[in-house]
């Protein structure tokens, strides 16, 4: 038996260097976004590579991401497009969707990735009036107090049987009574949806334990 306790950033090392190593781009992509002075509040790379699985298990050819950042979960959730296949990335800060795309482009993504800048929920809307085409999958991991209303939205620009990922939807505030967080009203949105099956699997971070919602769409 170990002698130590092993902590939950001990997991997140250990699957990490098994499952989900970075090469050079991912690497290169996280540096830059350090150097840029982006928050550090890029999905780890475990994560990234769960959302790689989950993209390339559902077969996802269109992919709508609201919040870019530094592009580093959009270069996990690109790479398991097929040829053809479209993300489409939303994000508010010109400075971060401009050192975004200079990670893109370094990882050979330029083809696959647009990024719309502007806030995400009138770029919403703008996307439902003028009919966007549906989208396999969304992930949502921007502002935690407008999920609820990019879910309202983002349900509508989603395919029958398509599927919608909420980020950071573990956070200690949900143990809460008096506090109520973005994440802990979407958690509750999408579990009491009617048109959604959803579930909430712990994710692991170097900080910690955090979660990752994922609901299907069914039809009306």
């Known amino acids: 038996m170990p002698d130590t306790l092993k902590t939950s950033h001990d997991y997140d090392v250990y699957i990490t260097a098994t499952f989900a190593p970075e090469d050079e781009a991912l690497k290169t992509t996280r540096a830059e976004m350090e150097s840029g002075k982006l928050p550090k509040i890029n ?27 530094g592009g580093y979960s959009g270069t996990w959730l690109a790479r398991a497009l097929p040829e053809g296949g479209k993300l489409v990335s939303l994000e508010l800060d010109p400075h971060h969707a401009e050192v975004a795309q200079a990670n893109l482009d370094r990882a050979g993504l330029t083809d696959k990735v647009e990024i719309r800048v502007g806030p995400a929920s009138e770029t919403l ?77 712990p994710v692991l971070r170097s900080q910690g334990i955090d979660g990752l919602t994922i609901s299907i769409k069914r039809g009306r």
């Open 43 to 69: 999905v780890s790379a475990s994560e990234g590579k769960l959302l790689h699985m989950i993209a390339l298990m559902h077969g996802a050819k269109r992919i709508l991401e609201i919040g870019t950042l």
């Open 125 to 201: 809307s703008k996307m439902i009036a003028d009919g966007e085409p549906l989208f396999d999958l969304v992930f949502i991991d921007a502002d935690k107090d407008g999920y609820v209303d990019y879910l309202g939205k983002a349900f509508g620009l989603t395919r029958e049987g398509g599927l919608i990922l909420g980020d950071n939807t573990l956070p200690d505030s949900i143990f809460s009574e008096t506090e109520t967080s973005g994440t802990k009203r979407y958690n509750e949105a999408v579990a009491t949806h009617p048109h959604l099956i959803s579930t909430l699997i």
